[in-house]
């Protein structure tokens, strides 16, 4: 069973730092790349960084050199360090498991967590 569980989402004002936790099942996570995806109101879900097993990342170009994903193999948990938060950073935060094609990421299934919820005021 795919169990998705995010964490560590909070009001912050603009400036400031947050660190988003996803604990996974050992299913998929030992053998899949992990991705950060985040949904603003009114806004389609967006993809915000990924990495792969091996800990190769990708980032969205709008939080390049602010967020940070990191993972933990022993823990089955990824991370997204997030820093100099922005008010259009506000949504809420979901991870995925995926592949990379072709230098792509991708997401495999359709598996989602509740969300954790990142509110940055200005």
């Known amino acids: 069973q795919v169990q998705l569980v995010e964490s560590g989402g909070g009001l912050v004002q603009a400036g400031g730092s947050l660190r988003l936790s996803c604990a996974a099942s050992r299913s998929i996570f030992s053998i899949n790349a992990m991705g950060w995806y985040r949904q603003a109101p009114g806004k389609q879900r967006e993809l915000v960084a990924a990495i792969t097993a091996g800990g190769s990342t990708h980032y969205a170009d709008s939080v390049k050199g602010r967020f940070t994903i990191s993972r933990d193999n022993a823990e089955n948990t990824v991370y997204l360090q997030m820093n100099s938060l922005k008010p259009e950073d506000t949504a809420v935060y979901y991870c995925?498991?995926?592949?990379?094609?072709?230098?792509?990421?991708?997401?495999?299934?359709?598996?989602w967590g509740q969300g954790t919820q990142v509110t940055v005021s200005s």
């Open positions: 995925a498991p995926g592949a990379f094609y072709s230098g792509t990421y991708t997401r495999i299934g359709d598996y």
